[in-house]
């Protein structure tokens, strides 16, 4: 997390050396359930390339 606006953190994503991405900042919101256009949105910010794998990811992390 590299910070917090109302009800919404932002966090970072530093891609690995061999990843030809660019650092990734998404704004998420905390406190409630997040609905399945607002996670394809992020999996989108994210660059995430498989939305079934994006969450799979979110659900092993969390």
Known sequence: MV?????????????????DSAVRLVSVPVGHEVGGDTLRNIADQCGADDFDAFCTWIERNR
Not at 3 to 19: A, F, I, T, Y
């Open 3 to 19: 910070g917090r606006e109302g009800s919404h953190v932002r966090l970072r994503w530093d891609p690995p050396d061999q990843h």
